[in-house]
């Protein structure tokens, strides 16, 4: 099942005593490429975790999150995570006007509020471009006090508004599923 702001999963069958893992998987997206990596990762936790995947312009503060895992994507602009005028750029190009993004998002956070994270984006695979914004973003979350969980993820679309290229939302339920057994 799809996870929303507003929805999520919980396991039928816990253990008394112990609580489901909560996940927070925050997005940017200008084509919705982005976006449908992050609710399939968040449908990849299934029923191991309480999951939210929420657009980053409706994320609490960094400093507010208390997830046991957070995960952060965005798309790769300009070899690393978008600023005003990339996103100014995609808008002019038919993307949705964003007005902020996980650059702004993650620079506003002091301090690591929970303890583990992991980072994803989307990227344009022909021509192989150096420089991806999911390890701009774990740079950001390591320097204030994050452990990355597993190596930063990249998936890949066809050209600058899309579409994923085949296999790659299955590939990104797969990666939650991994996820989820990392908290
Ligand atoms: C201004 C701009 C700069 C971009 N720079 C890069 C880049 O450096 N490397 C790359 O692989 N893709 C680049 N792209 C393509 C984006 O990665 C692509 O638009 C994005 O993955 C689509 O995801 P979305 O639908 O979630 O916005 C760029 C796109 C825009 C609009």
């Known amino acids: 099942m799809p996870t929303t702001l ?5 396991r039928p069958h816990t253990l008394p005593g112990r609580d489901l893992p ?3 998987v925050v997005y940017e997206s200008a084509w919705g490429n982005t ?3 992050a609710e399939a990762i968040g449908d990849g936790f299934g029923a191991g975790a309480t999951s939210t995947v929420v657009p980053v312009a409706s994320a609490p503060p960094l400093d507010q999150v208390h997830a046991d895992l957070l995960v952060v994507g965005a798309p790769t602009h300009a070899f690393g995570l978008s600023r005003p005028g990339t996103r100014e750029d995609a808008h ?4 949705a006007e964003l007005g902020t993004g996980v650059r702004e998002w993650l620079d506003a956070g002091t301090v690591a509020s929970g303890r583990l994270a992991a980072t994803f984006d989307t990227h344009v695979r022909h021509p192989n471009l150096p ?3 999911s390890r701009a ?7 204030l006090g994050y452990e990355i969980v597993v190596e930063p993820e990249m998936f890949w679309v066809d050209g600058m508004e899309g579409p994923l290229l085949v296999g790659e939302v299955e590939r990104a339920r797969a990666w939650g599923a991994e996820l989820a057994r990392r908290v």
């Not at 002019?92 to 993307?95: D, L, N, S, W």
């Open 6 to 10: 507003t929805q999520t999963h919980s």
């Open 35 to 37: 976006r449908q990596i």
């Open 131 to 133: 420089g991806t914004a």
């Open 92 to 95: 002019e190009r038919g993307g």
């Open 22 to 24: 909560t996940v927070l």
């Open 137 to 143: 973003a774990a740079r950001k979350l390591r320097h």
